[in-house]
């Protein structure tokens, strides 16, 4: 079947705009997560949701990052006022509920801040 | 807290060779260990989990508690391994498994 899919692949935007990123989860998939892999940084924890809740937001950086994810599908991961220190590889995971230590990922979002 | 220690930003050897990555935990309870791979313009993906104690592409782990440690290992190195490798840590998070990623190391094997 389909895999972890995530739109748009590359982003450019200019500092102090918002931006939405999206993420597609494979169907029957509860758990979903959103990581930032940034250069020289490695794989960076931002939230785990499990249906349409987060218990988990205790890795977004900052009030500018917020998540929702809705029928238990579909996530956005927004970023309001954008800082070039932003600029990373977005990526989104999702797993079976029970079988949360197997992730699978999408292909990432490309963020540039300019 | 949990930590992933990956020491090496860029691991190169030879074709044949052999090839170890290493990889560091911090982690209070009882961790479950594992490794993600991506390959060039590849999607992230599971390469082994320690619980399984499988080979993969002739790759295996053994977890070492009393080191920390879950050092990635392949007795002969093949050019199609050439990729960045994760080691990751999971640990509960609200009732789910949160993965803890280290900073990847790239490993390049030469001809």
């Known amino acids: 079947g389909a895999g972890v899919s995530q739109s748009p692949s590359n982003k450019v935007t200019e500092k102090g705009k918002d931006v939405e990123l999206r993420c597609d989860p494979i169907s029957g998939h509860t758990a979903l997560y959103w990581y930032r892999q940034s250069l020289g940084q490695g794989l960076e924890f931002l939230i785990y949701?499990?249906?349409?809740?987060?218990?988990?937001k205790s890795g977004l950086p900052s009030d500018r990052f917020s998540a929702e994810r809705t029928g238990g599908s579909v996530s956005t991961l927004t970023i309001q006022r954008t800082q070039q220190e932003d600029s990373a590889v977005y990526l989104c995971?999702?797993?079976?509920?029970?079988?949360?230590?197997?992730?699978?990922f999408g292909p990432g979002t490309r963020l540039l801040v300019l | 807290a949990q930590r992933v220690t990956q020491p090496e930003k860029l691991l190169s050897v030879f074709k044949g060779a052999p090839v170890e990555l290493k990889c560091n935990y911090s982690y209070s309870g009882s961790p479950e260990l594992f490794w993600y791979v991506q390959y060039s313009r590849q999607r992230l993906q599971l390469l082994l989990r320690h619980i399984s104690r499988e080979s993969i592409k002739g790759f295996t782990a053994d977890l070492n508690k009393g080191e920390t440690s879950f050092h990635l290992k392949k007795p002969f190195a093949q050019e199609e391994d050439s990729a960045m490798y994760y080691c990751?840590?999971?640990?509960?998070?609200?009732?789910?498994?949160?993965?803890?990623f280290g900073t990847g190391t790239q490993l390049k094997v030469e001809l």
């Open positions: 995971a999702s797993s079976l509920y029970g079988q949360q230590e197997t992730q699978y």
């Open positions: 990751a840590l999971s640990g509960l998070t609200g009732g789910g498994n949160k993965l803890t």
């Open positions: 949701f499990q249906g349409n809740s987060a218990p988990d």
